[in-house]
Nanobody, 121 residues
Framework: QVQLVESGGGLVQAGESLRLSCAAS????????MGWYRQAPGKQREMVAT???????NYADSVKGRFTISRDNAKNTVYLQMNSLKPEDTAVYYC???????????????WGQGTQVTVSS
């Protein structure tokens, strides 16, 4: 019923920038929180940045000052601008959205398929 499709990952050198996008589609009535998580090899998935529908944001300490999350509610899309990338930012980045579909009163977690970000030193 709901699909999240990410784009924008790739291979960059340390210090460069990337912009990730994630568009939600389907029988969507409303989306509350949206965000980005990442998982590096051998590590647990961790929160990178989240945003509420009203624009409140939260960032992992490791990305504060370098990453910026934003969203376009009209397009059901969330973005992650990543500047000053470091090798330790290398991971698969997953988009997240709390989605209520038509006919339901409950928000459910939806995840994208992930996009690889690789930062070389």
């Amino acid at each position: 019923q709901v699909q999240l499709v990410e784009s924008g990952g790739g291979l960059v050198q340390a210090g460069e920038s990337l912009r990730l996008s994630c568009a939600a589609s389907g029988t969507i009535a409303s989306i509350n929180a949206m965000g980005w998580y990442r998982q590096a090899p051998g590590k647990q998935r961790e929160m990178v940045a989240t945003t509420t529908r009203t624009g409140n944001t939260n960032y992992a300490d490791s990305v504060k000052g370098r990453f910026t999350i934003s969203r376009d509610n009209a397009k059901n899309t969330v973005y992650l601008q990543m500047n000053s990338l470091k090798p330790e930012d290398t991971a698969v980045y997953y988009c997240y959205a709390g989605v209520r579909v038509w006919g339901s009163a409950i928000y459910r977690d939806s995840w994208g398929q992930g996009t690889q970000v690789t930062v070389s030193s």
